[in-house]
């Protein structure tokens, strides 16, 4: 029987991590307070077309790290061929977006737009070794040394805005800029670092790039379509009303980052326990890590939506911010709504590990679809605030064909819900245990 106290310091570790990501939106915070909206909006969108890059190159190569890593024979091949199709991934989108970034700013009518894209192949070069690192340090599951890695990227970052705020140098987009590469450069050099027994790389061996390629492609455009409505959206709010509001809306993101932190966390430790439940012939150990784990996520996210919704934004939110930022509440009441869909959409790993990942695509094709229309519905509308049923909506649409399609494929029961309370007793219990 799969029982959360054997994976524990695993678990631990994961969301420790995965609260460094909430502890650094405070200090996001900090850079709003000094930074104005339009200065923040442009900043918003290169980190996010970044963002946006990485999670596609994730998908089309990083992710066979882990699903074809479990025979040891043949990990130095796959760590080169995976290391090769990463790079040429990332600094191919970046190199393009660099050529024809005079043409979209035209498009979006924002010549800044430009300054932006100017700087992402460095900042996209600075990545590619941190990211890499994750991934492999994910296959192992060393989640403490995930943490480290996390810690040494976001505690950069955090020295440095402190010293510039305290010096009062941080105004406006370079300064972010320099921030923002800064900790990068510094965590990736870590990150090899602390990689050292896993960086193995060869070409003996068998697999290939096509296999590679075979798996990820349909992940790939998946992807690209789950995080466009994710990370992308600044440029539709950039279109429709300008980089002032981009900065609104992305200090509204800054605050639901808890609910994504709390996405990426559980789809980064799915993943490889399923692929391996699976190859152990182990399905029903994953059905019932599936139902703990969405009762546990339905209970703590449907607790905090609601305390959200009731008034608990107004009352914590507003000192956090610079005036110009207060709409951001009301942006971030409206994407808290969609968090309710987050334990469900977090299923997509465990439909993955089946090999099912056109299924997983038409999921993410069909709920970016309602998400897109919804996003041009606010733009028509003319009302900035329907920006955030975006994320919103794809993320609810996304939960129930999610949620629908593992029902089937394992067997899992409604009752599989309810059973969180039986859970925390049972961990309580343990906890009291050892220490007695």
């Known amino acids: 029987m799969v029982r959360l106290s054997e994976h524990i310091g695993t678990i631990g570790w994961a969301f420790a991590g995965r609260l460094l990501f909430v502890g650094y939106g405070f200090v996001m915070l900090l850079q709003i307070a000094v930074v104005p909206p339009e200065e923040y909006g442009l900043y918003a969108l290169l980190v996010n077309v970044q963002t946006w890059i990485f999670i596609l190159s994730d998908s089309s190569a990083l992710l066979g790290l882990v699903q074809f890593g479990a025979d040891v024979r043949e990990r130095a091949r796959l760590n080169t061929l995976v290391g090769m199709l990463h790079s040429g991934i990332v600094l191919g989108i970046a190199g393009l977006l660099w050529l024809v970034r005079a043409p979209l700013a035209q498009v979006f009518q924002e010549p800044r737009i430009t300054v932006a894209l100017g700087a992402l192949p460095l900042y996209c070069l600075l990545s590619i070794p941190r990211t890499y690192c994750v991934k492999l340090l994910y296959r192992e599951l060393q989640m403490r040394k995930v943490f ?57 061996g068998s697999i290939t790039l096509r296999q590679i390629l075979r798996f990820t492609l349909p992940q790939t455009l998946a992807s690209a379509l789950h995080t466009g409505v994710r990370q992308l959206d600044v440029y539709a709010v950039q279109y429709f009303f300008g980089l002032a509001v981009v900065g609104v809306y992305q200090a509204a993101k800054t605050f639901y980052r808890v609910f994504d932190t709390v996405f990426d966390a559980v789809a980064g430790l799915l993943h490889p326990a399923a692929v391996r439940l699976l190859a152990a012939g182990e399905r029903e150990q994953l059905r019932i890590l599936l139902g703990k784990m969405l009762s546990a996520l339905s209970f703590t996210i449907a607790g905090i939506v609601l305390l959200i919704e009731l008034g608990g934004a107004e009352l914590l939110l507003p000192p956090l911010l610079a005036r110009e930022y207060e709409p951001a509440v009301d942006y971030f009441k409206l994407l808290s709504l969609g968090a309710l869909g987050v334990p469900f959409a977090v299923l997509g790993p465990a439909i993955l590990a089946l090999g099912r990942s056109r299924q997983m695509l038409l999921h993410i094709a069909v709920a970016t679809g309602i998400a897109a229309g919804t996003l041009l519905l606010a733009g028509l509308v003319g009302n900035p605030l329907f920006s955030a049923l975006g994320v919103a909506v794809y993320t609810l649409v996304l939960g129930a064909l999610n949620f629908r399609f593992v029902r089937q494929a394992y067997g899992l029961s409604w009752s599989e819900l309810l059973r969180f309370p039986r859970d925390l007793r049972g961990l309580v219990q343990f906890i009291r245990s050892e220490r007695t």
């Open 148 to 204: 480290a890695l996390d810690l040494s990227w976001l505690g950069v970052m955090t020295v440095l805005t402190l010293w510039m705020v305290w010096r009062r140098e941080l105004r406006g987009f370079p300064e972010l800029l320099l921030i923002a590469c800064t900790g990068m450069g510094v965590s990736s050099l870590y990150g090899v670092w602390l990689c050292r027994p896993w960086l193995q790389f060869g070409l003996r």
